[in-house]
Nanobody, 121 residues
Framework: QVQLVESGGGLVQAGDSLRLSCAAS????????MGWFRQVPGKEREFVAR????????YYADFVKGRFTISRDNGKNMVWLQMDSLNPEDTAVYYC??????????????WGQGTQVTVSS
C-alpha cells in the first residue's frame, strides 16, 4: 500500500519560512517523480513544484520561483519543500504527489493527505 505522509505545516507570519516533509512508503521511490501541489477552498488544486526521479531537474510554478525549493533523498524515501518569504497568498493545504511526471493533477498516481499552511499578515 502506497503512503505519502506530509508534515511540517503550521501557522506562520508573512516573511517567515517553513519546511514541508513527505515520507513515502510502499513504492519504489526512485522510480517516481515527486511534486507538491496546493489547494484553497473553492479553487482547483494547483501545481507548486516537482522534481525528477533522481533529482536532476526541478520545476516551479511562477508564483513560487526564487522562494520555494524542492529536494529529495532517494535513500530515505523523502521529499521536502523549503518555503521562504511566505506571504498570505501562500495559505493553502499542501499535498505531496508521486507519479510519472506530476506536472498537473491528472498525471499524479498517488497523493498524500495534505498539510495546512497558514500565513498571517
Amino acid at each position: 500500500q502506497v503512503q505519502l505522509v506530509e508534515s511540517g505545516g503550521g501557522l506562520v507570519q508573512a516573511g517567515d519560512s517553513l519546511r514541508l516533509s513527505c515520507a513515502a512508503s510502499g513504492l519504489t521511490f526512485s522510480s517516481y517523480a515527486m511534486g507538491w501541489f496546493r489547494q484553497v477552498p473553492g479553487k482547483e488544486r494547483e501545481f507548486v513544484a516537482r522534481i525528477t526521479y533522481r533529482g536532476a531537474y526541478r520545476y516551479y510554478a511562477d508564483f513560487v520561483k526564487g522562494r520555494f525549493t524542492i529536494s529529495r533523498d532517494n535513500g530515505k524515501n523523502m521529499v521536502w519543500l523549503q518555503m521562504d518569504s511566505l506571504n498570505p497568498e501562500d495559505t493553502a493545504v499542501y499535498y505531496c504527489a508521486a507519479g510519472s511526471v506530476v506536472g498537473q493533477p491528472s498525471r499524479v498516481d498517488y497523493w498524500g493527505q495534505g498539510t495546512q499552511v497558514t500565513v498571517s499578515s
